[in-house]
């Protein structure tokens, strides 16, 4: 009998046949009028025993309401009945009717309204206290009630992603992509990759396929993933492994640097930007784009030759003689025709081809593989030289002049003159400290453009720049200091800008008209720059007017609670266009930033654009309101649920939900459209205010729902909702998501970024910078005329001892300096905050000194102390503050 009963229960729940399911909704009080729609079903009949009904209609003096279905689809798939609970005067919201069931029933503290099924005769109030009493947590409670979340804790959780390492000078596109043979790839050697950009070099001797070189050190792949790897110093990108095969030890040294000239910032000249962007993936050109690439393809001067420095000293460590064993770099598998010169150590397609140049002892070596038997302390010196694409024989003959060490040192030094326009940061944590610088170098890296003064092309690992990606990169930019550099590269979109405003260079991508303009209102907020700003300004307005213009072709009559009055198209690679809340969030924000000046200005067209600008934002919240009834709830961790919304106007529900026929697979997850894109980004643009009700119910089902680790799948850095955690000052959680995700996606030894969880896209430098920019929002972050100190920090970062400093970081309020010193076994905590530009004060300052142990001061000097949030307030700020907290 139980095996018939459960024969039938799977043939009704997959056979895809209709069936029906009455349900009863009881309100915490009396909702008033309202109706009930229904998708993919019928309605049969409402009753209730206090107030009136007519058809679909309602008007309940009481707090509950009999709703019969007919032709109800609630088979699992698409097109399942959907019904919507539209009020007048309480919160409207829908579900999916095969949701409703007694054991978890559908409870909405926030709207005070449950769905039950027709007979259960419990209360709003009575099933409130069944869902509460089960004592059942959402994934922030329990991250909450936890540790707060180190590097080391979360690199014991998920995934390791050892990344290939880029070589290169910066502004030049010509760079080398090195990979070792490591437990989390596939080589069965050493891998040299030359770069143009984004794009493998092609020579005519690779049969135009992709050039790659191999060589090895060591006996070859074993059992053991023996391999150490770093940069110099932790952070220039300079590049050290360290083999042990038994008692044979390998330490490399690679860099990249010129031929014949010196590499110093003045002999720098770069590689134009239209040049580079021709060899960027996802790069689209206009026509007159097009005639201006051939033009600088014909006046471009190349400069001296981009060699690649590879030196190894290979030493016996043990106590009796042991071979080691080289390998010199060979051109691709095998099958492409080159020859190796066993006079001069010279690998070329042809004598005036000559690729590498490898050498042992200085010597040529006499032959392409060696086998060598090294005395117990012997040393021997494998070197070679790399160059980017084939030279000629006379050049070639040059390489081995050039001494190694004073290549090395030159380019230590010019990696290092760059670091000192940046401000200095030392933190508690090395790891968090070297990361910042070495992400620095790393923007610039691929950073292309012509030095000193040309516009440059902030790329984003492979890909040109792109409106959203490169936002990051300009504003750390800024915050470390660099405006120059972020103004020059703020100059790429407007130089690429559209005769008819629209800013839109990379794959059809909608979205980057926005987004340059909120960077231009950043960029203004950080420096003031007004001059330039009024140089710019025609084209700014053109922007501006293209935007208003957009939204004018969508104040449609069918719109209307459907997006009316919203800009469509796509923001990311799926070919979703709509109108979609992230889409509009950013061009809000961009239209907001721009009206900021123009109102700092005196400018007349402040006033037109601030009246559409608010228009704007109503016209978004009314679609989300809308957008929020009618797309079904979700159950959250703690038993109860939460109203959703899709990333489009058009979309029933969440992508994810699968809620109608269709393909939601994309980059590796079914959360792409929602979780990285969606609705949470109109908390971010400033739509909603962080503190909104709804932008707290968004952030909470996006940790339940589209979350692992409190990190976003497949591009974990596209996801805002960390930005919010910081805002917020949800401090455990903002760390869990902060350390997951970073030990996740970096390299933990280059520091190096993926772009995707699944290995796609190396030295991705929007996701690099997104870290950074929220290490930076970790130590400060500018609230309105208030500024944040350490308003997310870890705890143990306050340890006895512990130090952090900052000087010359870059804000909203000019340059700051702020130096933390723990003396904690004294009982003492000092913190000094001085704010160097005395125009642009903060009103207040607000810093959070997180006691280790949990501890509350007992005395503060400098400030008023709030116990419950560990900060000390500084009212009135005069641009200095000395703070002291006894414990």
């Given at each position: 009998?139980?095996?018939?009963?459960?024969?039938?229960?799977?043939?009704?729940?997959?056979?895809?046949?209709?069936?029906?399911?009455?349900?009863?909704?009881?309100?915490?009080?009396?909702?008033?009028?309202?109706?009930?729609?229904?998708?993919?079903?019928?309605?049969?009949?409402?009753?209730?025993?206090?107030?009136?009904?007519?058809?679909?209609?309602?008007?309940?003096?009481?707090?509950?309401?009999?709703?019969?279905?007919?032709?109800?689809?609630?088979?699992?798939?698409?097109?399942?009945?959907?019904?919507?609970?539209?009020?007048?005067?309480?919160?409207?919201?829908?579900?999916?009717?095969?949701?409703?069931?007694?054991?978890?029933?559908?409870?909405?503290?926030?709207?005070?309204?449950?769905?039950?099924?027709?007979?259960?005769?419990?209360?709003?109030?009575?099933?409130?206290?069944?869902?509460?009493?089960?004592?059942?947590?959402?994934?922030?409670?329990?991250?909450?009630?936890?540790?707060?979340?180190?590097?080391?804790?979360?690199?014991?959780?998920?995934?390791?992603?050892?990344?290939?390492?880029?070589?290169?000078?910066?502004?030049?596109?010509?760079?080398?992509?090195?990979?070792?043979?490591?437990?989390?790839?596939?080589?069965?050697?050493?891998?040299?990759?030359?770069?143009?950009?984004?794009?493998?070099?092609?020579?005519?001797?690779?049969?135009?396929?992709?050039?790659?070189?191999?060589?090895?050190?060591?006996?070859?792949?074993?059992?053991?993933?023996?391999?150490?790897?770093?940069?110099?110093?932790?952070?220039?990108?300079?590049?050290?492994?360290?083999?042990?095969?038994?008692?044979?030890?390998?330490?490399?040294?690679?860099?990249?640097?010129?031929?014949?000239?010196?590499?110093?910032?003045?002999?720098?000249?770069?590689?134009?930007?239209?040049?580079?962007?021709?060899?960027?993936?996802?790069?689209?050109?206009?026509?007159?784009?097009?005639?201006?690439?051939?033009?600088?393809?014909?006046?471009?001067?190349?400069?001296?030759?981009?060699?690649?420095?590879?030196?190894?000293?290979?030493?016996?460590?043990?106590?009796?003689?042991?071979?080691?064993?080289?390998?010199?770099?060979?051109?691709?598998?095998?099958?492409?025709?080159?020859?190796?010169?066993?006079?001069?150590?010279?690998?070329?397609?042809?004598?005036?081809?000559?690729?590498?140049?490898?050498?042992?002892?200085?010597?040529?070596?006499?032959?392409?593989?060696?086998?060598?038997?090294?005395?117990?302390?012997?040393?021997?010196?494998?070197?070679?030289?790399?160059?980017?694409?084939?030279?000629?024989?006379?050049?070639?003959?040059?390489?081995?002049?050039?001494?190694?060490?004073?290549?090395?040192?030159?380019?230590?030094?010019?990696?290092?003159?760059?670091?000192?326009?940046?401000?200095?940061?030392?933190?508690?944590?090395?790891?968090?400290?070297?990361?910042?610088?070495?992400g620095l170098l790393h923007l610039d890296l691929i950073t292309y453009g012509k030095?000193?003064?040309?516009?440059?092309?902030?790329?984003?690992?492979?890909?040109?720049?792109?409106?959203?990606?490169?936002?990051?990169?300009?504003?750390?930019?800024?915050?470390?200091?660099?405006?120059?550099?972020?103004?020059?590269?703020?100059?790429?979109?407007?130089?690429?800008?559209?005769?008819?405003?629209?800013?839109?260079?990379?794959?059809?991508?909608?979205?980057?008209?926005?987004?340059?303009?909120?960077?231009?209102?950043?960029?203004?907020?950080?420096?003031?720059?007004?001059?330039?700003?009024?140089?710019?300004?025609?084209?700014?307005?053109?922007?501006?007017?293209?935007?208003?213009?957009?939204?004018?072709?969508?104040?449609?009559?069918?719109?209307?609670?459907?997006?009316?009055?919203?800009?469509?198209?796509?923001?990311?690679?799926?070919?979703?266009?709509?109108?979609?809340?992230?889409?509009?969030?950013?061009?809000?924000?961009?239209?907001?930033?721009?009206?900021?000046?123009?109102?700092?200005?005196?400018?007349?067209?402040?006033?037109?654009?601030?009246?559409?600008?608010?228009?704007?934002?109503?016209?978004?919240?009314?679609?989300?309101?809308?957008?929020?009834?009618?797309?079904?709830?979700?159950?959250?961790?703690?038993?109860?649920?939460?109203?959703?919304?899709?990333?489009?106007?058009?979309?029933?529900?969440?992508?994810?939900?699968?809620?109608?026929?269709?393909?939601?697979?994309?980059?590796?997850?079914?959360?792409?459209?929602?979780?990285?894109?969606?609705?949470?980004?109109?908390?971010?643009?400033?739509?909603?205010?962080?503190?909104?009700?709804?932008?707290?119910?968004?952030?909470?089902?996006?940790?339940?729902?589209?979350?692992?680790?409190?990190?976003?799948?497949?591009?974990?850095?596209?996801?805002?909702?960390?930005?919010?955690?910081?805002?917020?000052?949800?401090?455990?959680?903002?760390?869990?998501?902060?350390?997951?995700?970073?030990?996740?996606?970096?390299?933990?030894?280059?520091?190096?970024?993926?772009?995707h969880l699944y290995k796609m896209t190396p030295h991705k430098t929007h996701e690099?910078?997104?870290?950074?920019?929220?290490?930076?929002?970790?130590?400060?972050?500018?609230?309105?005329?208030?500024?944040?100190v350490f308003k997310v920090i870890p705890r143990k970062w306050i340890q006895n001892?512990?130090?952090?400093?900052?000087?010359?970081?870059?804000?909203?309020?000019?340059?700051?300096?702020?130096?933390?010193?723990?003396?904690?076994?004294?009982?003492?905590?000092?913190?000094?905050?001085?704010?160097?530009?005395?125009?642009?004060?903060?009103?207040?300052?607000?810093?959070?000194?997180?006691?280790?142990?949990?501890?509350?001061?007992?005395?503060?000097?400098?400030?008023?102390?709030?116990?419950?949030?560990?900060?000390?307030?500084?009212?009135?700020?005069?641009?200095?503050?000395?703070?002291?907290?006894?414990?």
């Amino acid at each position: 009998m139980k095996i018939l009963i459960a024969v039938i229960v799977f043939i009704s729940f997959f056979s895809g046949k209709a069936f029906s399911q009455d349900f009863v909704i009881r309100w915490k009080d009396a909702p008033g009028k309202g109706c009930i729609k229904v998708r993919n079903g019928n309605l049969l009949r409402l009753k209730t025993s206090e107030g009136r009904i007519d058809l679909n209609n309602f008007n309940l003096k009481g707090n509950s309401l009999q709703v019969f279905m007919a032709d109800s689809h609630n088979d699992i798939g698409p097109n399942a009945t959907v019904v919507t609970v539209e009020l007048e005067k309480q919160k409207s919201f829908s579900f999916f009717l095969r949701d409703v069931q007694g054991e978890y029933p559908i409870c909405i503290p926030n709207y005070g309204v449950a769905v039950l099924p027709i007979d259960d005769e419990r209360d709003y109030s009575r099933v409130l206290h069944d869902v509460l009493i089960k004592k059942a947590f959402n994934k922030v409670d329990i991250i909450n009630r936890g540790e707060e979340m180190s590097f080391e804790a979360a690199a014991s959780l998920v995934r390791k992603m050892d990344v290939p390492i880029w070589l290169g000078i910066g502004r030049d596109m010509r760079i080398f992509e090195l990979e070792d043979e490591l437990e989390t790839n596939n080589l069965e050697c050493k891998m040299i990759r030359p770069r143009l950009s984004g794009t493998p070099v092609r020579i005519a001797e690779s049969n135009n396929q992709d050039l790659f070189y191999r060589y090895a050190l060591g006996r070859g792949v074993g059992v053991r993933n023996n391999v150490k790897r770093s940069l110099d110093e932790g952070i220039l990108p300079i590049y050290h492994t360290i083999m042990q095969d038994d008692d044979i030890l390998y330490k490399t040294t690679s860099f990249v640097s010129y031929g014949s000239t010196d590499l110093t910032l003045e002999n720098l000249k770069g590689t134009d930007f239209y040049i580079s962007d021709k060899y960027s993936p996802g790069r689209v050109f206009t026509e007159e784009q097009k005639e201006k690439l051939k033009e600088k393809e014909k006046s471009e001067d190349v400069q001296d030759d981009i060699i690649l420095y590879s030196r190894t000293w290979i030493e016996n460590s043990g106590n009796v003689p042991r071979y080691a064993w080289v390998k010199a770099p060979q051109v691709g598998n095998g099958n492409w025709k080159y020859f190796y010169d066993v006079k001069t150590g010279a690998s070329a397609f042809s004598e005036n081809r000559i690729f590498c140049i490898s050498k042992i002892n200085n010597q040529p070596m006499p032959n392409e593989e060696m086998a060598m038997l090294l005395l117990p302390g012997q040393k021997v010196c494998f070197e070679f030289r790399l160059s980017h694409t084939p030279i000629s024989k006379e050049k070639a003959s040059q390489l081995f002049s050039y001494s190694f060490d004073n290549k090395y040192d030159e380019c230590k030094a010019f990696w290092h003159s760059k670091l000192e326009k940046a401000a200095k940061i030392r933190l508690p944590e090395p790891r968090i400290q070297n990361m910042i610088s070495a992400g620095l170098l790393h923007l610039d890296l691929i950073t292309y453009g012509k030095e000193p003064d040309g516009t440059l092309a902030a790329n984003v690992g492979i890909y040109s720049p792109i409106g959203t990606e490169s936002s990051s990169i300009i504003q750390f930019y800024l915050s470390m200091g660099w405006v120059d550099e972020a103004k020059r590269a703020l100059m790429y979109f407007f130089d690429t800008q559209q005769d008819n405003g629209l800013i839109a260079n990379y794959s059809g991508y909608m979205v980057e008209t926005g987004a340059v303009l909120w960077n231009v209102g950043e960029y203004f907020r950080y420096t003031n720059d007004t001059e330039w700003i009024l140089k710019l300004m025609p084209k700014i307005l053109k922007s501006c007017d293209y935007l208003m213009k957009w939204r004018d072709e969508n104040k449609r009559k069918d719109l209307v609670g459907k997006g009316y009055g919203m800009i469509d198209g796509k923001v990311a690679d799926p070919e979703d266009n709509f109108h979609q809340f992230m889409l509009n969030g950013y061009s809000y924000m961009g239209l907001k930033r721009i009206v900021e000046i123009l109102d700092l200005l005196n400018k007349p067209e402040a006033d037109k654009y601030n009246e559409e600008l608010l228009q704007w934002r109503k016209d978004i919240k009314e679609a989300l309101t809308t957008s929020l009834e009618l797309s079904p709830v979700v159950p959250l961790g703690n038993g109860m649920w939460s109203p959703t919304a899709p990333p489009w106007t058009e979309a029933g529900s969440p992508r994810a939900l699968c809620q109608t026929v269709g393909s939601f697979w994309s980059h590796g997850t079914f959360t792409i459209a929602d979780g990285l894109l969606g609705p949470l980004y109109l908390v971010f643009c400033e739509v909603l205010d962080i503190s909104d009700d709804v932008s707290k119910m968004l952030l909470d089902y996006h940790r339940e729902l589209f979350y692992q680790g409190n990190s976003a799948f497949s591009q974990p850095y596209y996801s805002v909702h960390n930005w919010c955690q910081a805002k917020l000052g949800m401090v455990k959680p903002f760390l869990n998501t902060y350390y997951t995700t970073v030990a996740a996606t970096a390299d933990r030894q280059t520091y190096s970024f993926w772009e995707h969880l699944y290995k796609m896209t190396p030295h991705k430098t929007h996701e690099e910078a997104n870290f950074l920019m929220d290490t930076r929002r970790m130590l400060y972050m500018e609230n309105g005329d208030t500024l944040d100190v350490f308003k997310v920090i870890p705890r143990k970062w306050i340890q006895n001892g512990k130090e952090i400093c900052m000087k010359n970081v870059n804000s909203y309020f000019g340059k700051l300096d702020i130096e933390m010193k723990s003396m904690l076994n004294d009982g003492i905590v000092n913190v000094d905050i001085e704010c160097l530009d005395s125009k642009r004060l903060p009103s207040t300052v607000k810093v959070r000194i997180p006691h280790p142990e949990y501890q509350k001061a007992i005395k503060v000097e400098g400030g008023i102390y709030d116990p419950e949030n560990e900060t000390v307030i500084v009212n009135n700020f005069q641009g200095k503050a000395l703070i002291r907290l006894y414990f």
